[in-house]
T-cell receptor, first 112, second 118 residues
Framework: DSGVTQTPKHLITATGQRVTLRCSPR?????VYWYQQSLDQGLQFLIQ???????AKGNILERFSAQQFPDLHSELNLSSLELGDSALYFC???????????FGPGTRLTVL | AQKITQTQPGMFVQEKEAVTLDCTYD???????LFWYKQPSSGEMIFLIY??????QNATEGRYSLNFQKARKSANLVISASQLGDSAMYFC???????????????FGTGTRLTIIP
């Protein structure tokens, strides 16, 4: 158990819908990262938050957004969902001084 | 250009044998970090080992060791005495120099599926 929690574990929805994925980092970790793992794109970095502020953006679609709240949990919002958004979405956290990122169990999103 | 290259899509290894998973990387930053993660069929990402670009010695963690050859830009994972539970996908990843405070995103390779044969 990495100490990073993600909910829900599985999510099945339809095209055009909007969903919210939630992540609670390890206690004390200020950085939260979101990654997407799909069959065709592999593991890709989406976005990073550090202590509530956006720090880096990767290949994140405009239909996707994220935020980190004062209690350091983070949410990834996916809207106008398409079939191609079906993937495993990981959240990871790290202390700012650490080289290691701790991954949560992931949320498997299926868009039908 | 690919920043992380894993050229072995799949490997089959006899139980108790040692196995080497290849990883080459591309960066012009003098400061970077290299990681290996294991992803079993259940899906979670498990951190295995880390090597910093300035580390003088190869990293080791139990049965895992990282064969770091800086001049060749390779960071191969060696698993000694393989076990059935080692069957999984293995990903090599790199963190490049922080361009701003707190930015430590990882770039992943495409992975190697390792199957241990009894």
């Amino acid at each position: 158990d990495s100490g990073v929690t993600q909910t829900p574990k599985h999510l099945i929805t339809a095209t055009g819908q909007r969903v919210t994925l939630r992540c609670s980092p390890r206690s004390g970790d200020l950085s939260v990262y979101w990654y997407q793992q799909s069959l065709d794109q592999g593991l890709q970095f989406l976005i990073q938050y550090y202590n509530g502020e956006e720090r880096a953006k990767g290949n994140i679609l405009e239909r996707f957004s994220a935020q980190q709240f004062p209690d350091l949990h983070s949410e990834l919002n996916l809207s106008s969902l398409e079939l191609g958004d079906s993937a495993l979405y990981f959240c990871a956290s790290s202390p700012w001084t650490s080289d290691e990122q701790f991954f949560g169990p992931g949320t498997r999103l299926t868009v039908l | 250009a690919q920043k992380i290259t894993q050229t072995q899509p799949g490997m089959f290894v006899q139980e108790k044998e040692a196995v080497t998973l290849d990883c080459t990387y591309d960066t012009s930053d003098p400061s970077y970090g290299l990681f290996w993660y294991k992803q079993p069929s259940s899906g979670e990402m498990i951190f295995l080992i880390y090597q910093g670009s300035y580390d003088q010695q190869n990293a080791t963690e139990g049965r895992y060791s990282l064969n770091f050859q800086k001049a060749r830009k390779s960071a191969n994972l060696v698993i000694s005495a393989s076990q059935l539970g080692d069957s999984a996908m293995y990903f090599c990843a790199m963190r490049e120099a922080q361009t701003n405070f707190g930015n430590e995103k990882l770039t992943f390779g495409t992975g190697t599926r390792l199957t241990i044969i009894p």
